[in-house]
């Protein structure tokens, strides 16, 4: 039997195995009009050549799909599996929801897990559970819930962090089941990593994607005035703290303060304006912050952004991954980063980089990088764009993303 399974190991022999092997035993049943072959291979065809059926969970509902949702839809359109989705109710609204395949909705509790569980197995039985932006509570429902599936995938997109604490021991068990005989994509080598420490088997990394194509949607924008001279600078802010839109600002307040007129732009929802500025106030020390800082909305063709801004900023204290400094350097924008586990691993050419601020003040080395890239030629600037993109292409291509989760799938 171990032999036999051996044999089988190798995708070569499966299709022998397959494809060429029931021929030969049909033409014998149909001597012995007998069934049992037609059996065997009707197991053997579904087993190795049916669609794999995939089921995607992700708690995500943004305003505007982005990158994700195009990945989503590159792996959709692939001919080797069959892909449904499992998202939350807030995701009804959402405009992009057409875009993708059927779609179930859930509110995360046990009873409305089981009932979506129960609904997609009765219109074709899953295969594989393919987990995106999952967490805590909801994580451990759902293990408990999908864990009949053949194959379960977690793929993080933050690192896994161990909180210490008195009930550290009980988290680090929850985490440890939770990962346990599963299949685990990290976005970047240092959330790999992160995830090793609670089980190390299956454990790979897989770039993000992008997709080129949004680059060229160009929008109406009333929001960056392009008529002074003042340095544009833009960053992400829906997560404020984390991006270190506080760092950005402060070095805002130094190139003003030193003669040099610099205005940053923060992207992120209206909703979330409020917050933003009592957390500016507290760290800046003033309310007088709005000649210079600007908030503008999110929109899904981000280009329309990019393509006004001289320098994008991403000082962040954690990332996984960041798909924002790609877009940015993609669409022409000079790009300063922050150098900390994750983010230090996007290899694009022509990145400045400054300090980890989690280990120190990065203001002042970050104001002075800004001085330097808006003194730069624009003739060196169009030549690291190409340099760029030519590297993007190559490496973050969505044909590139696809394959490597179907490698996973197939291990």
């Not at 089988?8 to 072959?37: C, M, Q």
């Not at 230090?344 to 300090?355: A, I, K, M, Q, S």
Request: hydrophobic letters at 40%; a positive charge; aromatic letters at 14%.
């Amino acid at each position: 039997m171990n032999f036999f399974c051996e044999f089988l190991s190798n995708d070569w022999r499966k299709t022998i195995f397959v494809a060429i092997v029931p021929f030969v035993s049909a033409f014998v049943a149909a001597l012995r009009g007998s069934n049992f072959v037609y059996k065997i291979y009707y197991i053997s065809y579904t087993r190795w050549f049916i669609l794999k059926q995939v089921v995607i969970v992700a708690n995500f509902a943004a305003t505007f799909g982005g990158n994700f949702i195009q990945s989503m839809k590159a792996l959709q359109a692939n001919e080797e599996i069959s892909v449904r989705y499992i998202l939350p109710e807030a995701a009804r609204k959402c405009n992009w929801i057409p875009e993708l395949t059927k779609v179930y909705y859930t509110d995360w509790s046990f009873g409305s897990l089981r009932r979506v569980w129960k609904e997609v197995n009765q219109a074709q039985v899953v295969d594989i559970v393919h987990f995106h932006f999952v967490g805590g509570k909801e994580a451990l429902r759902c293990k408990i819930v999908f864990s009949p599936a053949d194959k379960i995938v977690w793929h993080l997109h933050n690192h896994v962090v161990r909180w210490p604490g008195r009930l550290v021991w009980f988290k680090d068990l929850a985490k440890r089941y939770l990962y346990h005989s599963s299949y685990k994509i990290g976005v970047s080598n240092s959330v790999a990593d992160s995830m090793r420490f609670y089980s190390s088997n299956h454990v790979t990394t897989v770039y993000n994607a992008m997709d080129f194509d949004r680059s060229s949607w160009i929008g109406e924008d009333h929001c960056i005035e392009t008529s002074s001279k003042a340095i544009r600078c833009m960053i992400m802010g829906n997560h404020y703290e984390r991006k270190g839109v506080d760092i950005a600002a402060k070095a805002m307040q130094l190139l003003n303060g030193g003669g040099h007129p610099a205005v940053l732009y923060v992207v992120l929802n209206n909703s979330v304006v409020p917050a933003l500025r009592d957390f500016l106030r507290q760290s800046l020390g003033t309310n007088d912050f709005d000649s210079y800082i600007k908030t503008i909305p999110v929109r899904n063709d981000i280009a329309t952004y990019y393509k006004k801004i001289d320098v994008f900023l991403s000082p962040s204290r954690e990332e996984g991954w960041t798909w924002a400094i790609d877009e940015a350097a993609y669409c022409g924008c000079q790009v300063i980063a922050s150098r900390i586990p994750g983010q230090d691993e996007n290899t694009v050419p022509g990145f400045l980089w400054c300090g980890n601020p989690n280990e120190k003040d990065i203001t002042k080395e970050m104001a002075n990088q800004i001085l330097y890239l808006s003194q730069m030629p624009n003739e060196e600037k169009e030549k690291k764009t190409k340099v760029a993109r030519d590297y993007m292409r190559k490496e973050f291509s969505m044909d590139k993303w696809v394959e490597n989760i179907l490698a996973v799938y197939k291990e």
